[in-house]
């Protein structure tokens, strides 16, 4: 209300989206939408059923260090189009596919 009418009027959107739900959901359609969302709480899942699972010290750590990635990669989704930098998701999907084996290897020695 303080501000002169052009000022506001100069605004433009930006040319990309804010967040990783609506990039998914406005370039790919809500079939997509609900594969990512049904396939980013099946990744939680398992960290967290790892976790639940783990009977030593060291597979219960790469449990938590696993749903500690999930958790960090996906907060930041929620404001910025991080799934849009390939880099990110690769290394997202190695470490939490090796923490996850790790938690597992470690388990079948006990």
């Given at each position: 209300?303080?501000?002169?009418?052009?000022?506001?009027?100069?605004?433009?959107?930006?040319?990309?989206?804010?967040?990783?739900?609506?990039?998914?959901?406005?370039?790919?359609?809500?079939?997509a939408?609900?594969?990512?969302?049904?396939?980013?709480?099946?990744?939680?899942?398992?960290?967290?059923r790892?976790?639940?699972?783990?009977?030593s010290?060291?597979?219960?750590?790469?449990?938590?260090?696993?749903?500690?990635?999930?958790?960090?990669?996906?907060?930041?989704?929620?404001?910025?189009?991080?799934?849009?930098?390939?880099?990110?998701?690769?290394?997202?999907?190695?470490?939490?596919g090796?923490?996850?084996?790790?938690s597992?290897?470690?388990?079948?020695?006990v």
């Amino acid at each position: 209300e303080d501000r002169p009418a052009e000022a506001v009027l100069d605004a433009r959107a930006a040319p990309f989206p804010h967040s990783n739900l609506l990039w998914i959901a406005a370039e790919l359609g809500l079939f997509a939408f609900a594969l990512y969302v049904a396939a980013n709480i099946y990744i939680f899942l398992m960290c967290y059923r790892a976790f639940v699972r783990a009977k030593s010290g060291e597979a219960r750590a790469a449990a938590v260090g696993a749903l500690a990635l999930v958790v960090v990669y996906s907060i930041p989704g929620l404001t910025l189009a991080s799934g849009a930098y390939s880099d990110l998701n690769l290394y997202f999907f190695f470490m939490t596919g090796l923490l996850l084996n790790i938690s597992q290897s470690r388990d079948s020695q006990v």
